[in-house]
């Protein structure tokens, strides 16, 4: 070991919390890594442990190929064969909802429900079903319907049982095989399920299965005979790889982080060996040389990652063994992951890359340091702020290229609705620029920090000294500052991102609801039918609807514009009749506008009939014909996925029926029960009327609602570790600012600065940092967000959410603030007199 | 300890702050560490300094020159003993309060400047002021700048500076809010001999034409001849006192002082 080596490690063995914060964000990556690693684990041998579909007991399974209950009688007879379930499944219309019925014995080691109430069926006409399909179906114990499996003859049904499957979808009933097979007129099966006696040889009894269902049979149509053991691995296999490809994903995003300890790290060696800069100025005063002085600094680098990897690697082991542990005592069973090592080799080894790779820079700059800096009295070595012109040149390349590629990107993008459009190589190329305008902003950070903070620091210099000191302290160290800025940048840049694209396609997926799903439910006559009169009255007098909105509905309409269309549907449905139809959206015109005469046209009728706001059109209907102004074009669908969208007087011109052919009503509250309410009114009064579908639209809704917020939350948990790290390093910062920093704090004490104003100074400032990187951020992320949004072709709207881009922004700088309070504590606490003796 | 010099009048419990006293300290004493470590940097130190003098403060390395001088400013607490600036006691007084007092009532300058460097020259001049919430009296300002010679460079930032500018600036520091004391600590021991020299000469010129009070630590009889006074501290006591000092009859203290020990 050298001689400057060893200086610099007794350095490191006298201060170890110095080179722990140094280390921090890499610390925290590794765990990361680590964690997810071992979550992976978790999550798949949870997987692999509970989530098999196939019970436990089934031995053997005959599928993929014809097979007949006939067949399933034989087998069932087979020596060695104790129990064979046949599967299939019948798709039943019942009172206008759809209902499937599956086969299952019921009872024993094969049946996969469990009857909870009444009994499992046993007879003829008898089903249970599932407990959301009561709700839903009004399907309750002892209810009799008529169901219709799609052969044109009706069969009654009693529901004599209630019965928990594992997946409640809520249309769903059980029944024995041979009530499915009546109902579906055929005697195919899905598949068979086997249970073999205890002492059966399965490799025999899979042999005489293979040899009875080959005879007769065509070889195309055989089945195959697996066992159970397989059938459950390839189960469970196909939910493990939903969840590789799951935390492919989580990786990538991981990936991100890592990237932001790196670049956290490289500042924070940058601060670490500038206050060292004495010493080793002196060092190279006394003789060290310039390639050894980088050696040493590059070794302890190393250290730092090997220690900071280890440690990570050994918290993110420890909490994931005590995960499992911790879950059981809120009651879930989850497994213990293992004990990857090469995993943990291999995070360790990312680590020490990720430091060395950081350490290289600040190490080599370091080395450089003139042996006269030694002798310079520290008051005026000041840090340098600006940057140099290499670095302009490279930062203003950078940005050219990636303003290029973004343009080359705006240029190319698809027009609404394209067809045959692969969106990956333009998403690949806004990625790709995105990129680069971060290395052209780490590049140009510093000098773009004093702009940024003449702005943002402009209300805080109002405030007085305190605020203007804190704002001179981050603008003197302008490189430091945005060293740390980049990385919060690049946190709030995903983050902005996330939210502009979640908003926009929110706001896409409300206009396309509002068109197809424009209130809770929908009750309908049958096609070329209309509604009972005093239908809607009866309804309206319910207290658990509201909004009660008849409407008529025309199903094939010739629409004569510029060129012809036929087969367009036309309502007459009041705009304003139901609060969501005000999310409609116009291309051109004004909704209002539309009174006699005139006409709102879907976007698709205007593009294929060659039609805009303020041209006429001609539309007929079994010989009528009107002539319509066309008062607006919306952006997709109009309501109850019509074409037209007519005043009520227009459509009887086409020859509607008076009678309203549907109703739209919400429910009363909000709620599940409110709407199994509502539902259940509308049955009521709509029972005993033939041919009446009722429909629930709010579910549709609440299943696209409910996916996007949960993918969005995801999304935005991942994007947490990022941030996670941003403010590690604004922490970090702040701490080795304030070691650094430790006269001029005592030199404002000893003016008259007092310790809350000291305090409050330094958390300012870190949280300018917050400050900083966040307007970078949201400047940076909304534009790509748009412009990524736009070349997907989905037709979303720009959408800004401001206030919750104003949320970001502020619970940043009040979490980049908290990762200063800390350090600026200790920096007040630290008495005048021992703060201006400290060399 | 006989010395010719030398008059110690005052006895502490009679010790009475009169008009034109501007700070005293009173039987004071500091110790650091405790048990068998303890080390007594004062040990019961009671001296006045006159309003509109210049004082100097001499010691032997360890005499406790600079102690006395931290607690003379409220820049450190006392073990035991009073510390009165003007009619106020500043010992066992909270944080607030001595802040406030070192932001009001006291100036300093010290050995290494101690200028912020994000700041210009203007803004390190005004910084007590401005965390006073003061804003500074024009006239002065401008006399201070005049007279210090910093009329061009007040948009310099310390950096920009040599080391008797950056000096210069530091006092215009402790001047510019008329503090009733300013306390210099060794204040010419970073600067080569001719800036020492101009420094010392302003010191002296503020305590003439604006009737400043200033209390100077430092161990360079040279300087000390600057003062109106010289007190000499010797292992944590006072040791003497030298009026209208010259450069000889300082060494000769000095000197004598060590052969005491």
Known sequence: MNAVLRTQLAGVARRPARMLLTGLAVLVAAFVVYATVLAQQITERSVLNGLSGTPEAVGLVVRNGTITTAQLDRIAALPGVAEAAGRAEAGLEVSGGYLGLIADPGSGPLSVVKVEKGTFPDGPGQIAVTPRTVERLGLTLGASVSADAGTGTAARLTVVGIVAPRDDFGSQGYAPTSTVATLTGSDLLNQIDLRLNG?????????????????????????????????????????????????????????????????????????????????????????????????????????????????????????????????????????????????????????????????????????????????????????????????????????????????????????????????????????????????????????????????????????????????????????????????????????????????????????????????????????????????????????????????????????????????????????????????????????????????????FVADLA?????????????????????????????????????????????????????????????????????????????????????????????????????????????????????????????????????RESGLLRAVGMSRAGLRTMLTTESALYGVIGAALGIVLGVPYAWLALETTGVNAPLTLPVWQLAAVFLVLVALTALAGVLPARRAARVSPVRALGTE | MPWPNVSIKLRPMQMKVVGHTAVAAVDLVKVYGDGDTAVRALDGVTVGFDRGRFTAIMGPSGSGKSTLMHCLAGLDTASSGQVLLGETDLTRQPDRVLTRARRERIGFVFQSFNLLPQLTAAANITLPLDLAGRTPDPELFDRLVTALGLAGRLTHRPSELSGGQQQRVALARALVSRPEVVFADEPTGNLDSRSGAEVLRLLRDSVRDLGQTIVMVTHDPGAAAYADRVVLLADGRLA??????????????????????
């Open chain 1, 610 to 742: 060659g039609l805009s706001a303020g041209d006429t059109l001609v539309a007929s209907a079994g010989g009528r014909e009107v002539r319509l102004r066309v008062a607006a074009v919306l952006t997709d669908m109009a309501p109850l996925h019509a074409g037209l969208l007519l005043d009520p007087a227009d459509l009887t011109g086409l020859g509607a029926p008076a009678a309203p052919t549907g109703i739209l009503a919400d429910a009363a509250r909000d709620g599940e029960r409110a709407r199994t309410a509502g539902l259940q009114a509308l049955r009521q009064s709509s029972a005993g009327q033939p041919g009446l579908g009722v429909a629930v639209l709010a579910d549709e809704r609440d299943q696209i609602n409910s996916a996007l917020t949960v993918l969005l939350a995801i999304a935005l948990v991942l994007i947490g570790l990022t941030v996670l790290i941003a403010i590690v390093g604004v922490g970090t910062t702040t701490a080795l600012s304030v070691v650094e920093r430790v």
């Open chain 1, 199 to 603: 002492g059966a040889d399965p490799g025999v009894v899979s042999d005489r299965v293979a040899t009875l269902v080959a005879a007769g049979g065509s070889p195309e149509t055989r089945p195959e005979v697996v066992t159970g053991a397989d059938v459950r691995l390839d189960e469970a296999r196909t939910a493990a790889s939903e969840v590789d490809q799951v935390f492919a994903v989580v990786g990538a995003f991981v990936a991100v982080a890592v990237i932001a300890a790196g670049l956290i790290a490289t500042s924070t060696f940058r601060i670490v060996f500038a206050q060292r800069m004495r010493q080793l100025a002196l060092l190279r005063a006394v003789g060290a040389g310039r390639s050894a002085l980088a050696r040493a600094l590059a070794a302890e680098g190393l250290l730092t990652g090997l220690i900071a990897g280890v440690t990570g690697v050994l918290g993110a082991l420890a909490a994931g063994h005590a995960l499992p542990a911790l879950l059981g005592v809120f009651g879930w069973t989850v497994s213990a992951p293992g004990f990857p090592i090469a995993a943990a080799l291999g995070t360790v080894a990312l680590a020490v890359l990720i430091t060395l790779v950081a350490v290289g820079a600040p190490a080599i700059s370091a080395s450089r340091v003139a042996p006269l800096e030694a002798l310079r009295s520290a008051a005026t070595t000041g840090a340098r702020t600006g940057i140099g012109g290499l670095r302009w040149l490279t930062g203003l390349l950078l940005a050219l290229v990636a303003a290029a590629v973004a343009g080359l990107v705006a240029v190319n993008l698809p027009g609404p609705d394209p067809e045959d459009y692969d969106p990956m190589p333009l998403l690949l190329a806004v990625v790709g620029s995105g990129g680069l305008a971060f290395l052209a902003l780490i590049a140009l950070g510093p000098a773009l920090v004093r702009p940024v903070l003449a702005i943002a620091g402009w209300p805080l210099r109002r405030l007085g000294p305190v605020g203007r000191l804190a704002v001179g302290g981050v603008g003197g160290s302008a490189r430091r500052a945005a060293a740390v800025a980049v990385v919060v940048a690049l946190g709030v840049t995903m983050i902005a991102g996330v939210l502009v694209g979640g908003a926009s396609v929110r706001t896409l997926a409300e206009r396309e609801l509002a068109a197809s799903a424009p209130a809770d439910f929908e009750l309908a006559a049958a096609e070329g039918e209309s509604l009972p009169a005093g239908l809607a009255d009866r309804l309206r007098t319910s207290a658990d609807l509201t909004g009660v909105t008849p409407y008529r509905r025309v199903a094939a309409v010739r629409v004569a514009g510029a060129s012809e269309l036929a087969d367009v549907a036309a309502t007459d449905v009041a705009v304003g009749a139901l609060p969501r139809l005000g999310e409609l959206a116009t291309a051109s015109g004004s909704i209002g506008d539309l009174r006699p005469g005139s006409v709102v046209l879907a976007r």
């Open chain 2, 240 to 261: 003497g006192e030298i009026d209208r000092p010259d450069i000889a009859s300082v060494t000769d203290a000095l000197q004598n002082l060590a052969a005491a020990r």
